[in-house]
């Protein structure tokens, strides 16, 4: 007679290639996996693809050609040099949004608790849809890159600085992905997270150095725009590509990136679990 696949199982040896969910390596496996389903999921929005990857391009080109000669007189450098760091980081924080309605789409139809309920390590699905966006700010960030090319953004100081950009892109997006997470999880599915995210994100867009220079803003607006999270991590992208001080802004972004993450991270594991088994 043989066993019934209805009868309890003993894991107290793990069958062949599964690891425990609570073990590093069970993390590890966990979230690579699950990572790759986020982005096949966001491949397949062939729509929502299309939006957060060619819309930023489109924005940037319009940014130069409407206001490139204005922002160029009055900073006395060529605008795409903040044009094209403001634009990439105004992509990874549009496509978060993205995460965020995509998460709430799965809580609403039960797919995040039949996750939730697997044998599978707690944190691995939270950190699969960060990954998944560390993937689409990447390449969001090449394509950006080489349209910026095209409108005069040129790497002046050579390979390392090149991959600095790119590096504060994904640290800056990183922390805003983690805290959107956190938000999402912690918010009614019918609350309207992303249209506030969404004015948060475009206030940020219109008060940073990259859409003008901090000097030409109100005397009483300065200190704000000047420390806001955007505008250091565009003056250290703008002195990568371009030369210039990086330390000060560096560290900057360095602290706002782990005080953003910091703050979030906790809220977010803990409200996946509420929303997860729905409480």
Request: cysteine-free.
């Amino acid at each position: 007679m043989t066993r019934s696949d209805t009868a309890p199982r003993n894991f107290a040896f793990l069958p062949a290639g599964r690891v425990a969910e609570g073990t590093w390596s069970g993390f590890v496996r966990h979230s690579s996996i699950l990572a790759g389903r986020q982005i096949l999921v966001y491949a397949r929005d062939v729509p929502t693809l299309l939006q957060s990857l060619l819309m930023p391009a489109l924005a940037m080109i319009m940014f130069k050609v409407v206001l490139g000669d204005a922002i160029g007189t009055a900073s006395g450098m060529d605008s795409a040099f903040g044009t094209v760091p403001l634009v990439i980081l105004i992509g990874a924080m549009f496509g978060s949004l993205a995460t965020a309605v995509r998460l709430n789409m799965e809580r609403q139809s039960g797919l995040l608790n039949r996750i939730y309920v697997l044998p599978i390590n707690r944190a691995a699905d939270l950190t699969s849809r960060v990954i998944s966006e560390l993937v689409r700010i990447l390449v969001t960030t090449l394509i950006l890159l080489a349209a910026g090319h095209l409108i005069g953004f040129r790497f002046t100081q050579g390979v390392g600085p090149a991959l600095g950009i790119i590096g504060v892109a994904m640290a800056y997006g990183a922390a805003f992905s983690v805290l959107v997470l956190a938000l999402a999880v912690n918010t009614s599915p019918g609350a309207p997270l992303v249209q506030y995210l969404s004015l948060l994100s475009s206030l940020m867009m219109f008060f940073n150095s990259g859409f003008s220079p901090v000097d030409m803003y109100p005397g009483w607006l300065q200190p704000i725009v000047a420390n806001q999270p955007m505008t250091p991590a565009i003056e250290v992208m703008r002195a990568f590509a371009a030369g210039g001080p990086v330390a000060g802004n560096l560290v900057k972004v360095a602290v706002w990136v782990v005080v953003i993450i910091g703050l979030s991270a906790y809220p977010a594991l803990r409200g996946y679990r509420k929303a997860a088994v729905g409480r």
